[in-house]
């Protein structure tokens, strides 16, 4: 087998399907799962212009090199690979690419889904939206799990580590409340 493509998870510029490997490496495998997070124009009810990405990269990188192996391990697939872009990003470009191959769709599709998930969930990449009539926030990442999590308990979860973030980055520099993510 040839050797796998070595590719930076946290990336500062436009993201291509050219970074992950094909699947003819992968003989094995019959089945692509393939997500592509784009931008999007608005935002509970408000228009978006543009978004900002900022990640703490070097623990964002680490982070996503583990989830994509217990991924794998978990499924039983070949590959799982995700990249998520950080920087200034305009409507319509991507800022995630998941890809999992595996022996079928059910397990690409399975893997896929997780990577993107869990990502999301996990990694610290922060996103700041800026919108058509000048006003900006920090906004929380999206669950669309289906693992019996209720949504209420999920969006209160979810609130309260976007608590953590939203007054972690307004703190000042001598301020002695340290944030950290767990590893």
């Known amino acids: 087998m040839e ?3 070595a590719f930076s998870r946290i990336q500062d510029t436009a993201l291509t399907l050219d970074s992950f490997d094909q ?6 495998c019959g089945g692509i799962g393939v997500f592509v997070g784009t931008v999007r124009n608005h935002h509970e009810g408000k228009a978006v212009k543009a978004l900002k990405y900022t990640s ?28 998520h872009r950080i920087g200034a990003l305009n409507i319509g470009e991507k ?8 022996a079928h769709r ?7 889904e997780e990577a993107v998930e869990r990502v999301k969930h996990e990694v610290p990449v ?4 800026f919108y058509l009539d000048g006003s ?5 990442g999206c669950c669309i799990r289906k693992d019996g999590v209720d949504e209420e308990h999920a969006h209160h979860l979810v609130n309260a580590e976007y608590d953590k973030h939203q007054h972690c980055h307004h703190a000042k520099e001598n301020d002695p409340l340290i944030y950290q993510w767990p590893l």
Not at 56 to 83: D, L, T
């Open 56 to 83: 703490y990269a070097p623990v964002a990188e680490k982070m996503i090199r583990q989830i994509e192996q217990e991924i794998q391990h978990k499924y039983g697939v070949s590959y799982v690979r995700v990249i």
């Open 95 to 102: 800022a995630i690419i998941a890809i999992a191959y595996a």
């Open 3 to 5: 050797q796998l493509k």
């Open 23 to 28: 699947i003819e490496h992968f003989p094995e």
């Open 136 to 140: 900006s926030q920090y906004v929380e």
């Open 106 to 112: 059910r397990e690409a599709f399975a893997a896929c």
């Open 126 to 129: 922060w996103k700041e939206e």
